[in-house]
């Protein structure tokens, strides 16, 4: 029988064995959006996909793409997920950026969970309806932003004379509640559980009324690491895809609950009501170039951005 002396060193000598091998793991840091779309990611980590690799990730949230790839610019991540306007605009800026593995894809209208919510008691119903009133957004500028102003514009308002106000994900239902906004886009998580309250209700699914197959988030890296260090990113896109369909095969799976509550920070027993959408394993460049355009309908681009150069052989 092992002693207590005996079961200290092997215990030792265990923690030595588990600090030595991450010490040979290569070091990546991704900016990441605590919202269901990143899933995948943290499947992949918690399978051991990255180890695998020969990867360790670090994960960091922002509140959008707009504010994870300045820091990604700035050499403070390797990777950001971000989304399809973002990149685009950075592209605009002459700024160097490429989407290095999909992220999030509306490919069915069923599966598009996302939603403009409202109280119930607003009255508010179309986009003509929201002229003169505030609209939470995550950040502006951005592929939230856009395509509510879209979808606005289609639903007979003029989306110039409506207010778009940043609000955090976590912080969008109670915004609403509060009346500080008339409005907000909501993503999963956080969609399902204020709709699940009776003075919520959802008005519209603008990404897949405006654009059904619309490519919204993306992995991203600047052109000067994907060329510097190629192999890290492909063994990032590698287990990434391996998380992708563990996901996808698993979406009704209680395990799933515990992933998703570790990085939104919300109990297991509010996540149970999720309606999981699948992820998609490739970019679409020709979605990209709809968007686009919508940019350039909506003055966010001044005129076209060449799409196919900012997709590295990784995402397609």
Do not use: C
């Not at 929201?130 to 950040?139: A, R, S």
């Not at 309250?197 to 600047?222: N, R």
Request: no cysteine.
């Amino acid at each position: 029988m092992l002693n207590r002396r005996s079961l200290l060193q092997t215990g030792a000598a265990l923690a030595v064995a588990g600090t030595a091998r991450a010490a040979e793991l290569e070091r990546v840091r991704v900016s990441i959006i605590p919202i269901n779309d990143v899933t995948p990611l943290f499947v992949a980590i918690k399978q051991g996909f990255f180890e695998q690799e020969g990867l360790m990730v670090d994960t960091s949230p922002s509140s959008g793409g707009a504010t994870g790839i300045p820091g990604l610019v700035a050499g403070s991540y390797d990777i950001a997920y971000g989304n399809v306007v973002s990149t685009m605009l950075a592209a605009q800026q002459g700024i160097e950026l490429r989407v290095v593995a999909p992220g999030t894809k509306i490919q069915e209208a069923k599966n598009d969970h996302s939603a403009l919510v409202v109280r119930r008691d607003s009255g508010i119903r179309s986009g003509q309806d929201l002229e003169g009133k505030v609209v939470g957004v995550n950040t502006r500028n951005n592929v939230i932003w856009l395509y509510a102003r879209a979808w606005i514009k289609a639903t007979g308002g003029n989306p110039d004379r409506v207010t778009y106000k940043e609000v955090p994900h976590p912080q969008m239902e109670d915004a609403i509640r509060q009346k500080q906004a008339d409005a907000g886009y909501m993503v999963v998580p956080y969609v399902t559980l204020a709709t699940a309250k009776p003075e919520f209700e959802k008005i519209a699914h603008p990404y897949s009324a405006v654009q059904l197959g619309v490519d919204v988030g993306q992995y991203l890296a600047t052109a000067a690491f994907l060329q510097a260090k190629p192999e890290t990113v492909a063994k990032f896109a590698r287990a990434l895809r391996r998380g992708i369909t563990w996901y996808n095969a698993n979406l009704t799976n209680p395990d799933l609950l515990p992933v998703i509550s570790g990085f939104t920070k919300i109990e297991v027993p509010l996540l149970q009501t999720l309606t999981l959408a699948p992820s998609p394993l490739a970019v679409e460049p020709a979605q990209m170039e709809k968007t686009m355009q919508l940019m350039i309908e909506h003055r966010l681009l001044r005129g076209p951005v060449d799409v196919k150069p900012l997709i590295g052989p990784t995402a397609v």
